[in-house]
């Protein structure tokens, strides 16, 4: 049985998250566990290597490393070179080539080349859906290509053939009571559940809501998720102009989250930069009709019918939808006739993790 080294620069949300599903089982005197709390995530990109050159004993028989992309693993065996005869593999969240900027000059290039570089380093590349894993291997070229003075060539052939999509293993909880018999709400409870921050496109929900409330469509609606020092500003002219409408604002427990999702019918997504979305497939899992950008990894997962792609089609969506709710039961129920979270399920995943860990 191989001893595993597992390093997490950004140790919380769905990183911790992955690691707590695939590990759960797992003796662990199989493994051992080296972590950064998950906060100044620049910070963590820029010198979590250093970190863990010096606080991995040397002493050790490790036989395969696995990170998140977080790290710069080229830099972490350059300054420990008796982790090279490891099996090393990397697990891709995100990545940092296509990550939006207002402007070209905002990006700092470090993080995208650190994912290219780790990379070069790793013997497996995963990740967390094909939109991920495309996204990253298309754009090589034109990200290194801001540099103008030399062309760098040949990388995307020696990462590819290391690539493999694995889905993100949810461990989906059980689906709220309430969701055994339909509903017959005459209006409609809208969820937003993202990181308040400018990549998932708050304007265009505040747009769409209030559009929707000054054309007096029936709804209500939960703004959730992550909050951080700042939020956009964008969401204190949607707070004071949908008074009345706003069932919940801002960060829930674990407990009162899933009894949010237990309530609501529709989940919303505006993201510019999404590589996954565990917040909407567990919602979905929890009954709610998804309604998502036609673009990111949104249709790997979703229906034709769940997508839009502008202003208009969304507004025009939700009115229909808030307007008719028996009409809009009928085609909920007809989705999920036809679509299942199961294959991005724990049990579903955990099996090949395992394997490529060689810890089954």
């Known amino acids: 049985m191989a001893k595993v080294i597992i390093i997490e ?3 919380g949300g769905s990183h911790k998250q992955l690691l707590d599903t695939v590990l759960q089982d797992i003796d ?7 972590t950064l709390p998950a906060k100044k995530w620049h910070w963590r990109a820029r010198t979590s290597a250093l970190y863990f050159s010096q606080s991995i004993p040397t002493d050790h028989q490790y036989e395969v490393l696995f990170t998140s992309s977080v790290l710069n693993l080229a830099e972490l065996i350059g300054m420990r070179p008796d982790l090279v005869v490891c099996k090393k593999i990397v697990y891709f969240h995100e990545n940092q080539l296509i990550y939006p900027v207002r402007e070209i000059k905002e990006r700092d290039c470090q993080y995208g080349l650190n994912q290219i570089m780790t990379c070069l380093a790793a013997d497996r590349v995963l990740f ?28 995307r052939d020696r990462i590819e053939p290391k690539c493999e999509v694995l889905y993100f293993p949810i461990k989906f909880h ?10 017959n709400f005459s209006e409609l409870h809208l969820l937003w559940a993202h990181r308040w921050e400018h990549d998932k496109n708050p304007q265009l929900l505040a747009n769409t809501l209030i559009e929707l409330n000054q054309r007096q469509i029936p709804f209500t609606v939960s703004i959730v998720g992550e909050q951080f020092d700042t939020h956009p500003l964008c969401f204190d002219e949607m707070r ?3 008074e009345g409408r706003i ?9 009162d989250y899933l009894k949010c999702l237990g309530e609501a019918d529709i989940v919303l997504s505006t993201a510019d930069h999404e590589f996954y979305g565990v917040s909407m497939l567990e919602a ?5 009709m998804p309604i998502a950008p036609n673009k990111l990894v949104y249709p790997e997962i979703y229906p034709k019918d769940n997508l839009f792609s502008t202003e208009k089609q969304l507004i025009k969506k ?21 679509f299942s979270v199961q294959p991005f399920a724990s049990e579903n995943l955990i099996k090949r993790f395992l394997q490529i860990l060689t810890l089954n």
């Open 9 to 11: 620069a950004f140790y």
């Open 28 to 34: 662990v005197a199989k493994y051992d566990l080296y």
């Open 128 to 155: 967390n859906s094909k939109f991920n894993q495309s996204s990253f291997l298309d754009n090589i070229s034109t990200f290194l290509n801001i540099q103008s003075d030399f062309k760098i060539k040949g990388l």
């Open 174 to 183: 059980r689906m709220p009571m309430e969701r055994a018999t339909e509903r």
């Open 240 to 242: 004071a102009k949908l």
């Open 247 to 255: 069932r919940n604002f801002g960060f829930l427990s674990r407990e």
């Open 284 to 288: 979905v899992h929890c009954g709610c």
């Open 318 to 338: 939700l009115q229909n939808w808030c307007k008719n709710p028996s009409v809009f039961h009928q085609q909920r129920q007809k989705f999920f006739q036809s």
